[in-house]
């Protein structure tokens, strides 16, 4: 009783409290607000570097979802193409013919040659294409757009500047002459360009698209989710719930925390070494891919997972128990379902992870120049960043956009997977 | 030397119980009619055997943290058939670490060991054969702090019976919970939620929740632990009511704070008392005329 004296007085010793109370007020909101102050300026910076980021990527490469093309009025002569073997016919020839009549005055070799690049190395292909689809259009002449070359293409994007002297640039005032001749003439337009999401890589920037190694990736992730998120679930519940905590659970803590530290390229040589050349598996393959990036998800996996399921209450298994559930029916009952909202965010920041993930895939050849889509997880192919580390190695000016476009839909890739995680979180969540 | 102890009157008593000093003379006293053991003696006193006994409990010690803490301390204790214990003391002297070893709920806790032998109807409950899932089925259990599952009402009274196979459709299940939350004292309040979350009750009706949910499992013994420390005098008296009824048929280990709830409801009390039992007897005699100087102590509020 003296002691509580001492401290509060009697009487005026009240106010006395409230003095020192309010001679400290000011400073503690004003501690509060820079704290305040401090955390926003972070977040805004950190958006306004993002949208720095966004802005140049899409300035960058928003042209790239635009393609030009080319009319040319082709005649499929019945005598050149033999109707029993049509992949035998010369397309380029018909090509060539066409665009010999579209401009009558080329005459030298050199110039004819220029000529024909206008139109994309990839346009007797389509003319193949169109004419295997429509048999009866053999001997009439048809009209049929083609792409146009990327250099073509990037003077039409205005990235081929016409003012700067004719030594300096990609094209010489002749071509220019006919790129306006077939502006004049409507034969020239921008169209979406379907083939960047349909094809796969290609020398030629304007046959290139990213849908091989979106598949790629597609495939990749597939493997990886497959094999990461129950392994690493399981290994999280059995060394949560179920293990003994001994030396040997402790050394494999240790371990899995320092294999989430270890640089990815590691996970690629040792990728190398086992499924390469011990097992024997396909090079370049997306299930090898996917088998790498499952080692270096795993400990993100097992961290997150550990630290979910740790956060579920023990009072909760406890209820379980009490009411004479076994252990498995505990974890299975009532803890994985709390911890598995905690445990998709870890699976997705893994996923993230391993969908943006490169170097470890150099290793095992998912680097390679491949043209064919993937059709399986043992198909040859590569995955999107490294297509955009390809792309953005190429010299070609056209791939600068492709390359940016790439990112585009990496990012959008990403975004994707982050709302299906946020929407399962919220479908597994329970507020209460 | 017990001459002289015998000689001092109650207002020495008193002044000794005052000066919380005593020689090794004292160890048994006068205090007005009755001969107190003194607070320094740790031995049970009373009559811990019954016979023919539900659970019995011989020299049971518990450790904390792998052995560093000892938290019961040799422990020997019967319950017997039908029969309400009430088990009384002050904070932190280990009723509820004792009740947990009765359906060996410590075993959940990293680092406990429990010595000694706790049998239930003869039967050796820590020996190596034992499944604790039956076991559990069998002594259901209170907690001290409401802990419903982060399911609806409805769901956490039917969880227990579904695993064990008690309710075969959801008509049984229904009525079963019904059932439950009725004796409990809850269904009035949750029947028209009874598919909204249990933690979104107030902490007395989590309260009965958890008792409606131990009783669902028609558990023969029920260990409670301070059931009604969050329950206003309705449901305090609903719920012994539930007692009395329970102990036709059942046994009953209650952990409470109430010395009044202790003599309504229970025929015997524990007295514990720093990981000691202290004193073990019929609650009318531990209320009317404690052995132990302690049991004195903390009855009439003297405690310290
Ligand atoms: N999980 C634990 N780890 C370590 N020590 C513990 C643990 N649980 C309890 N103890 C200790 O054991 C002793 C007895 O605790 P217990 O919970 O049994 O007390 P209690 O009699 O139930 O108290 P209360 O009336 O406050 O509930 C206390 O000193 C406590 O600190
Ligand atoms: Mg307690």
Request: hydrophobic letters at 45%.
């Amino acid at each position: 009783m003296s002691n509580s004296d001492a401290i509060n007085g009697s009487g005026n010793g009240r106010v006395r409290t409230m003095d020192i109370v309010n001679k400290g007020l000011a400073k503690r909101y004003k501690r509060e607000r820079r704290f305040r102050m401090m955390g926003l300026s972070a977040i805004i910076l950190s958006l306004a570097f993002l949208s720095l980021l966004f802005i140049s990527i899409i300035a960058n490469g928003y042209t790239a979802f635009e393609q030009t093309m080319i009319q040319l009025d082709v005649h499929l002569d019945a005598q050149e193409i033999d109707k029993e073997n049509l992949a035998a016919a010369n397309y380029l020839g018909l090509i060539r013919t066409s665009l010999k009549k579209t401009f009558p005055d080329v005459k030298k070799r050199r110039d004819k040659r220029k000529m024909y690049n206008l139109v994309s190395p990839g346009a007797s292909f389509m003319l193949q294409d169109f004419v295997m689809r429509n048999r009866h259009e053999i001997g009439n002449t048809i009209t049929i757009w083609v792409p146009a070359d990327d250099d073509v293409d990037m003077l039409m994007k205005g990235n081929i500047k016409r003012d700067v002297p004719e030594s300096e640039r990609r094209m010489n005032d002749m071509q220019l002459s006919w790129v306006d001749k077939l502006i004049a003439s409507g034969q020239i337009k921008k169209v979406f360009n379907t083939t960047f999401f349909t094809a796969g890589d290609s020398r030629e920037p304007e046959l290139a698209g990213i849908w091989g190694a979106a598949c790629g990736s597609f495939y990749t992730l597939i493997v990886t989710l497959l094999l990461s998120f129950p392994i690493g679930v399981a290994a999280a519940v059995y060394l949560e719930e179920f293990a003994p905590t001994n030396r040997w659970t402790d050394l494999i803590e240790v371990n899995i925390n320092n294999l989430a530290a270890v640089p990815s390229i590691v996970f690629g040589l040792l990728g190398l070494a086992v499924f390469l050349n011990f097992f024997e598996l396909p090079r370049s393959a997306p299930l090898v891919g996917g088998l790498v990036l499952t080692l270096m998800t795993l400990p993100t996996i097992i961290i997150a997972s550990r630290a979910a399921l740790k956060s579920v209450p023990p009072s909760i298994r406890e209820a379980a128990l009490g009411v004479g559930a076994s252990k498995t029916q505990m974890v299975t009952h009532h803890v994985l379902p709390l911890a598995l909202p905690g445990m998709l965010t870890g699976t997705i920041i893994g996923m993230a992870q391993a969908l943006g993930e490169t170097a470890p895939l150099l290793m095992i050849g998912m680097v390679a120049f491949i043209v064919d889509i993937p059709g399986g997880f043992t198909d040859p192919s590569t995955v999107l960043p490294v297509q955009i580390f390809l792309w953005a190695d190429s010299p070609e000016r056209a791939f600068l956009e492709r390359t940016s476009a790439a990112i585009m839909i990496l990012l959008a890739f990403l975004v994707t997977m982050n709302a299906v995680a946020v929407l399962l979180r919220k479908k597994f969540e329970r507020r209460w | 030397m017990q001459m002289t102890a015998a000689e001092q009157t109650a207002e020495q008593a008193e002044a000794d119980m005052k000066q919380e000093e005593a020689t090794p003379e004292e160890t048994v006293k006068k205090s007005g009619k009755r001969k107190l053991v003194a607070r320094e003696e740790r031995a049970t006193v009373g009559e811990m055997a019954v016979e023919n006994p539900r659970m019995s409990c011989r020299n049971v010690d518990v450790y904390y943290n792998f052995g560093e803490k000892k938290a019961i301390n040799n422990i020997s204790l019967d319950i017997g058939r039908n029969e309400v214990i009430a088990m009384i003391g002050p904070s932190g002297c280990g009723k509820s670490t004792f009740l947990r070893c009765l359906n060996r709920m410590n075993d959940t806790i990293e680092g406990c060991q429990v010595k000694g032998e706790i049998s239930m109807d003869g039967k050796n409950i820590y020996d190596k054969d034992v499944d604790v899932v039956p076991l559990r089925a069998q002594v259901g259990m209170v907690f001290q702090k409401p802990n419903p599952f982060p399911k609806s009402i409805y769901e956490n009274i039917a969880y227990g019976p579904k695993i064990h196979g008690l309710v075969q459709n959801r008509d049984e299940t229904d009525e079963l919970v019904e059932n439950s939350l009725k004796r409990a004292g809850l269904w009035n309040e949750v029947k028209d939620r009874l598919d909204q979350p249990g933690t979104g009750l107030s902490g007395g009706q989590q309260q009965r929740l958890c008792i409606a949910r131990t009783i669902a499992v028609n558990p023969e013994i029920i260990l409670m632990d301070e059931p009604c420390s969050a329950l206003d005098p309705i449901a305090t008296a609903i719920i012994e009511d539930l007692i009395d009824e329970l102990k036709q048929e059942y046994t009953i280990a209650i952990v409470t704070h109430s010395m009044q709830q202790a003599s309504r409801v229970s025929q015997r009390t524990a007295y514990f008392h720093l990981g000691d039992l202290i004193e073990i007897g019929p609650t009318d005699q531990i209320f009317l005329n404690p052995l132990h100087q302690l049991t004195e102590d903390y009855i009439t509020g003297r405690f310290g």
